[in-house]
């Protein structure tokens, strides 16, 4: 079954650029997503199509996606942005998450 | 306004039946895929299936195939998610999203999700 592999915690300065990726084999064939999710509320779509920011979204957030990996960046991360991120493609029709990666502000 | 109301938390006893719920409002329901999604506690995602209310086409991800069953009533704008025998590690709050597409895969995200659904399973 495919994979997507995220590293399990990235850490931040506020102000600074943070940046998570996501790996998976030829993954830049297809396109990929990601989701912010707090604790104790639901994930919410902030990138889709690799790179495309979905209404309400803020400009900070931006993603690519080439050869095996995609990857989701935080220009001017701030402290709201603590979260959960977790990356999502697609294995033909069935949808795959990634393991999900820890992003402190510190 | 786009929404996902899902049914409310359950406790049930290994064994048991259960059978959760994710009603859509604001949309054409029966446009769009409805997936589910699990999440252990202190875990991560992971998909479980997505039925297109429009036409009841169900797909499962392997590794919950024969061990959930979706459904959707588009009368009542409603997808279903259901277990006939409840085990102790289903234990999870269960998501509800809509796909953004009409069509599955490639290029499609989930846009709109639900508010979860706590799963307790424990004798």
């Known amino acids: 079954s495919y994979e997507l592999t995220q590293p399990p915690s990235v850490s931040v300065s506020p102000g600074q650029t943070a940046t998570i990726t996501c790996s998976g084999d030829?993954?830049?064939?297809?396109?990929a997503c990601w989701y912010q999710q707090k604790p104790g509320q639901s994930p919410l779509l902030v990138i889709y199509?690799?790179?495309k920011r979905p209404s309400g979204i803020p400009e900070r957030f931006s993603g690519s996606n080439s050869g095996n990996t995609a990857t989701l960046t935080i220009s001017g991360t701030q402290a709201m942005d603590e979260a959960d991120y977790y990356c999502?493609?697609?294995?033909?029709?069935?949808?795959?998450f990634g393991g999900g990666t820890k992003l402190t502000v510190l | 306004e786009v929404q996902l109301v899902q049914s409310g938390a359950e406790v049930r006893k290994p064994g048991e039946s259960l059978k959760i719920s994710c009603q859509g409002s604001?949309?054409?329901?029966?446009?769009?895929?409805i997936v589910w999604v699990r999440q252990m506690p202190g875990k991560g995602l992971e998909y479980m299936g997505i039925?297109?209310?429009?036409?009841?086409?169900?797909r499962y991800s392997p590794s919950f195939e024969g061990q959930v069953t979706i459904s959707a009533d588009k009368s009542i704008n409603t997808a279903y998610l259901q277990w006939s025998s409840l085990e102790a590690s289903d234990t999870a709050v269960y998501y509800c999203?809509?796909?953004?597409?009409?069509?599955?895969?490639?290029?499609?995200?989930?846009?709109?999700w639900g508010q979860g659904t706590m799963v307790t399973v424990s004798s």
């Open positions: 999502q493609a697609w294995d033909a029709s069935t949808g795959v």
């Open positions: 999203a809509r796909h953004h597409l009409s069509h599955v895969g490639g290029g499609g995200a989930f846009d709109t």
């Open positions: 039925i297109y209310p429009g036409g009841s086409d169900t």
């Open positions: 030829k993954l830049g064939d297809t396109y």
């Open positions: 604001g949309y054409s329901f029966t446009s769009f895929w």
């Open positions: 199509q690799d790179a």
